[in-house]
């Protein structure tokens, strides 16, 4: 069976370059390999911090977009998917596809670059 | 297989935003098309390695985005609510793909992404998306903003288009004029925004002046147009001094003090080639004649040996096209340089006491100038002054503090 690790937490204390923060995120790295090496994981993703994000909706077949994070508390992480798409457009393109975007809402965020520099907050 | 792969990327390289253009026509939408030329290169991805790359990629792509579009709504029809015009657009007969039309549908594709209801950000953005073939991470790089910033516009761009139902139409003769103003003035903007960025450390961007080229380019090759040709002159003209514009500092070198050596010959002689033909049109607009002024100063050897009577009879011309205050700035300076200081600082003064130029920076710059070169060093102190309070872009700034400095040697 299948399941959805979602990891929530608080940018504010991760990033905040304290010798534990900087140890947790190290200790992450090395905990993904050492499940990869049992055949345990399937896929992750490190996700762009919600400034980066787009939100959007289909209502009577319109779409509407927003940049910004998605912020309503009555609807839950019901599920994710991740697609390949050449650009954010394209991204929010597919995800408006997505049936359950007729009823829901659907946060499209783009996966981390680690070749480029960390964000500073 | 390789093969298939590299003619599959070069494919999209060259062929995406025609096959995106024709299929906008043929499919009456935006969105429609977008999914039509994802389908054709993912059906292009699986075929070509197996059966070969065809004699005609293009029409390939356009006609595989059509069936799989046309399978589509067929398979939407059995579960409602399809709009029927775009089943009927879409399994309508094998259009004829001849080259006209197909020029036509990126003119079209042009004309639509810079229509003047769409506001200028969202001109600019879908322009570089759609006709450009930018990312919208590119964008949002090229202009320091984030990429929902980009991608909301483009969003927004399109629904606007759906929903006013903004016509996929070339313009006609009669419209032709201000459509092309419009489309000429988003390519212009993106040039300058490259050319001398508004915000950010760096002075250029070298990407967007590169996009802004190509589609000038684009353009010329699809129009025939003075203003068009005129614009892709002076942007080559410009293009062809960026690498003496700064220096390693990263501070401002006036026209002045460039190194002709290091102008790009080839893009000037481009530039001068293009002058002469739209001239021979007969239809001078300001682009053309901003043009015609540029490849004065392009065809000198040194800024001593600049025919100064030639640029300021042009920019007598331009003046009439063209009233605008920095026309008439630019048009005061050339007046210095001919007929000499006082001249130059008695139109200046002239038009800084109509007030249209009293927050402009350069206008002060160039009083100051003028000041300095007849000894008035109180009054030149005072007008570079004025400058610096009004210059944001920090070479620049940097450039007026240098000369300011030098005031008091």
């Known amino acids: 069976m299948r399941y959805a690790c979602l990891v ?11 010798a534990e923060s900087e140890a947790v995120l190290g200790d992450g790295f090395a905990y993904l390999e050492e499940l990869r090496a049992k055949g345990v994981l399937v896929t992750d993703g490190a996700l ?37 798409a050449r650009d954010l457009n394209e991204a929010v393109r597919v995800a408006s596809g997505i049936p359950l975007a007729k009823l829901g809402t659907v946060e499209v965020r783009p996966f981390v670059d680690f070749s480029k520099p960390r964000p500073t907050l | 297989m390789t093969d298939a792969r590299d003619a599959l990327a070069a494919s999209y390289r060259n062929e995406a935003r025609r096959v995106l253009a024709t299929l906008i026509r043929l499919l ?21 390695p197996r059966e070969g790359v065809p004699d005609n990629p293009f029409a390939w792509l356009v006609s595989a985005g059509r069936f799989k579009t046309i399978d589509r709504f067929r398979r939407q029809a059995r579960l409602a609510n399809v709009l029927p015009e775009f089943a009927a657009r879409a399994a309508a007969e094998e259009p004829a793909m001849l080259p006209e039309s197909i020029e036509d549908d990126e003119l079209r594709l042009i004309f639509t992404c810079c229509h003047p209801t769409l506001a200028p950000d969202a001109r600019i953005a879908l322009t570089l998306r759609e006709v450009g073939g930018l990312t919208t991470e590119e964008i949002a790089r090229a202009y320091l903003v984030s990429a929902p910033t ?20 070339v ?49 010329v090759q699809l129009l025939d147009e003075p203003e068009a040709i005129g614009l892709l002159a002076l942007m080559s003209f410009h293009a062809a001094r960026r690498s003496t514009r700064v220096d390693a500092a990263g501070d401002l070198v006036l026209l002045e003090d460039q190194d002709r050596s ?27 004649l901003q043009a015609a002024i540029v490849a004065v100063h392009m065809e000198a050897a040194s800024y001593a040996e600049t025919d100064w009577t030639r640029i300021a009879t042009l920019y007598d011309v331009l003046k009439r096209v063209d009233p605008s205050p920095v026309v008439a700035l630019n048009r005061a300076v050339a007046l210095g340089m001919r007929d000499g200081p006082i ?27 003028l000041q300095r070169r007849l000894g008035l060093s109180d009054a030149a102190r005072a007008s570079y002054e004025r400058a610096l309070e009004l210059a944001q872009q920090p070479a620049e700034r940097r450039f007026l503090e240098t000369r300011l400095a030098r005031l008091d040697r």
């Open chain 1, 8 to 18: 929530y937490f608080d940018p504010k204390v991760v990033f905040n370059q304290s």
């Open chain 1, 48 to 84: 762009q911090l919600p400034d980066q994000t787009m939100t959007l909706r289909v209502r009577d077949g319109k779409m509407s977009a927003t940049d910004g994070p998605y912020l309503e508390t009555k609807e839950i992480l019901g599920g994710f998917l991740v697609i390949e």
């Open chain 2, 28 to 48: 009456g939408s935006f969105e429609a098309a977008e999914e039509a030329v994802h389908e054709a290169f993912v059906a292009a991805a699986e075929q070509w």
């Open chain 2, 150 to 169: 980009i991608a909301q516009r483009i969003v927004r761009a399109k629904a606007k288009i759906r929903d006013d139902q903004l016509p996929y139409e």
């Open chain 2, 171 to 219: 313009p006609t003769r009669a419209q032709l004029p201000a459509r092309l103003e419009s489309a000429l003035s988003v390519v212009y903007l993106i040039f300058n925004e490259g050319y001398a960025a508004s915000r950010g450390p760096a002075l250029t961007r070298d990407d967007l002046c590169e996009g802004a080229l190509r589609l000038g380019r684009l353009i």
């Open chain 2, 262 to 288: 290091r102008w790009d010959g080839a893009l000037i002689g481009e530039g001068q080639a293009l002058v002469e033909r739209a001239l021979k049109k007969r239809s001078v607009g300001p682009y053309l």
């Open chain 2, 343 to 369: 001249a130059g600082l008695t139109a200046i003064e002239a038009l800084l006491a109509e007030g249209a130029l009293a927050d402009y920076h350069l206008a002060h710059a160039a009083r100051a100038d």
